[in-house]
């Protein structure tokens, strides 16, 4: 990626929130930077919540020329009109998604810290790949996608790539050389004001 080419910005939604409050936070924090995609990515499986806030953030970002991915859920994807799903399972069931949506959706996969599970979802034909997470955190088993997959894949790999999970300024500097999107969500949604807190996290790439 050239010097002069900033990684965008994928808006991860926090795992609940209520849609009538929280569309005009989403709001806020696209209006005051530039977002290239808005991840749904809620903790339940309740059908009707899940679509309730489908429908907030659709209407949002729909209007702001963002597009919305969901994470996992194909046949909502399709239905409630949004551009694609977010895949947590590796390269699974990327052809399935692809194969139902369409070539025009946009099908992402999280492939952990898997160089092989990415290079396996990108032939098969993922939009692009996410690794993370790339900062400390507990969750998970602890392995984290180190600096040294994302410079191999950015010098051989074509498909975009996405580094997330416990992202702080320091890694933004360091990561912003060597991946085309960072994937922020739960860093900036804890803050008073998660749009300040954005602009201080993405402060480093200028």
């Known amino acids: 990626m050239p010097a002069d080419d900033h990684p965008q910005i994928t808006l ?16 806020r924090v696209l ?7 808005l991840r749904l990515s809620l903790g339940t ?45 590796g390269a699974r069931s990327v052809r ?7 070539a025009d959706a ?7 810290a898997s160089k092989h599970e990415g290079m396996t979802a990108g032939e098969a034909g993922a939009d692009y790949i996410a690794f993370g997470p790339v900062g400390e955190t507990r969750l998970g088993d602890g392995s984290r996608a180190e600096f040294e997959l994302f410079e191999w894949w950015t010098e051989v790999i074509e498909v975009p790539v996405v580094a997330e999970g416990a992202l702080t300024a320091e890694l933004v500097a360091r990561f912003g050389p060597v ?16 749009l300040a807190a954005l602009k201080s996290l993405m402060a480093p790439l200028g």
């Open 96 to 102: 399935k998604a692809r194969k139902e949506l369409g």
């Open 179 to 194: 991946t085309d999107f960072f994937a922020v969500g739960e860093e900036i949604w804890g803050a008073e004001d998660p």
């Open 45 to 89: 499986k309740d059908e009707d919540t899940l679509m309730r806030a489908a429908d907030a953030a659709r209407e949002v970002a729909h209007a702001r020329d963002v597009a919305v991915v969901i994470d996992n859920h194909l046949i909502l994807a399709e239905r409630l009109g949004l551009d694609g799903v977010h895949l947590t399972d």
């Open 31 to 37: 209006d005051g930077i530039e977002i290239a995609c």
């Open 12 to 27: 991860i939604t926090p795992p609940s929130f209520d849609p009538g409050n929280f569309s005009d936070r989403i709001a």
């Open 106 to 112: 946009i099908v992402g996969a999280f492939c952990r």
